[in-house]
Nanobody
Framework: QVQLVESGGGLVQAGGSLRLSCAASGRTFSNYKMGWFRQAPGKEREFVAAISWTGGRTIYADSMKGRFTISRDNAKNTVSLQMSALKPEDTAVYYC????????????????????WGQGTQVTVSS
């Protein structure tokens, strides 16, 4: 089992940048594919980005491509989400998640692919 704690959320103006971090503890971090999701008020949780065990492969939701960058540091047991050109519609609670599925599965973009979740960190983008 792995425990996840997000940090770095806050209030930022539109067009600004923010970097979220997720610290993992418990079982070997490098055994997990990692993802970020977000949930805006009144909406379902949605996929943001995911990264492979080594960091060599990443995927993004279409609306985040070119603006968000996911990365990981297995030596520090952290995964980060660098967000730039933020828009008011990016306002949401952002969640870090870990995917412990068999390597035969590729990077997941669905909630069901991730068995472990953090508590979330609020990001608010003002216009």
């Amino acid at each position: 089992q792995v425990q996840l704690v997000e940090s770095g959320g806050g209030l930022v103006q539109a067009g600004g940048s923010l970097r979220l971090s997720c610290a993992a503890s418990g079982r070997t971090f490098s055994n997990y594919k990692m993802g970020w999701f977000r949930q805006a008020p009144g909406k379902e949780r949605e996929f943001v980005a995911a990264i492979s065990w080594t960091g060599g492969r990443t995927i993004y939701a279409d609306s985040m491509k070119g603006r968000f960058t996911i990365s990981r540091d297995n030596a520090k047991n952290t995964v980060s989400l660098q967000m730039s050109a933020l828009k008011p519609e990016d306002t949401a609670v952002y969640y870090c998640a870990a995917d412990a599925r068999n390597p035969m599965y590729g990077l997941g973009s669905t909630l069901a692919a991730y068995g472990y979740w953090g508590q979330g960190t609020q990001v608010t983008v003002s216009s």
